[in-house]
T-cell receptor, first 113, second 115 residues
Framework: QQQVKQSPQSLIVQKGGISIINCAYE??????FPWYQQFPGKGPALLIA?????SEKKEGRFTISFNKSAKQFSLHIMDSQPGDSATYFC????????????FGTGTQLKVEL | GAGVSQSPRYKVAKRGQDVALRCDPI?????LFWYQQALGQGPEFLTY????????KSGLPSDRFFAERPEGSVSTLKIQRTQQEDSAVYLC?????????????FGPGTRLTVT
């Protein structure tokens, strides 16, 4: 059962453009939503995270938008750079539920010059 | 400081063989997680330790999978009688206990190929 759905599966963006990745969840007990970045041969690394009590969180070029009523959240990468080319995973967690993460299926982002 | 390390980085096993995958978490991290990442997919939770106690093993796919963390630091994931569907990257993550949302730090993974 896929509890976190992610789209698109792959994305090509021009340098300087905005990359947008979307996720939707079903379990209303989720209360922490991180985004991870993964380069080939490496483990995922935390990029930015949000709790549902805010609708947006920004850190540098990365912004999470959160819509609690729609059970959707998205990652925006502003001024995308070739170094941002990686696979991005959204995830969700129930605090106190052992802190295990439920991941989306991933989005492979390529930023072209 | 040193991050999470995993060994071996690559493992090829013949179907039916047993394998053992090691995880060295960040020193002092109380929590340790194992995830399985199939090709082109997101990581899927396998099991969770708090110190030496295995508090959640709901994600282990079968009784061929066994994990331990006897002294609350290094952990080993063992897969008995490997099958082709076990081929995946096995990721280990650790986190400290303090803070509202303790970050999970992932190791580079062990890529297991069962032939």
């Amino acid at each position: 059962q896929q509890q976190v759905k992610q789209s698109p599966q792959s994305l090509i963006v021009q340098k300087g453009g905005i990359s947008i990745i979307n996720c939707a969840y079903e379990n209303t007990a989720f209360d922490y939503f991180p985004w991870y970045q993964q380069f080939p041969g490496k483990g995922p690394a935390l990029l930015i995270a949000i709790r549902p009590d805010v609708s947006e969180k920004k850190e540098g070029r990365f912004t999470i938008s959160f819509n609690k009523s729609a059970k959707q959240f998205s990652l925006h990468i502003m001024d995308s750079q070739p170094g941002d080319s990686a696979t991005y995973f959204c995830a969700a967690r129930v605090t106190g539920g052992g802190n295990k993460l439920t991941f989306g299926t991933g989005t492979q982002l390529k930023v072209e010059l | 400081g040193a991050g999470v390390s995993q060994s071996p980085r690559y493992k090829v096993a013949k179907r039916g063989q047993d394998v053992a995958l090691r995880c060295d978490p960040i020193s002092g991290h109380v929590s340790l997680f194992w995830y399985q990442q199939a090709l082109g997919q997101g990581p899927e939770f396998l099991t969770y330790f708090q110190n030496e106690a295995q508090l959640d093993k709901s994600g282990l796919p079968s009784d061929r999978f066994f994990a331990e963390r006897p002294e609350g630091s290094v952990s080993t994931l063992k897969i008995q009688r490997t099958q082709q569907e076990d081929s995946a990257v096995y990721l280990c993550a650790s986190s400290h206990r303090t803070g509202r949302d303790p970050e999970q730090y992932f190791g580079p993974g062990t890529r297991l190929t069962v032939t």
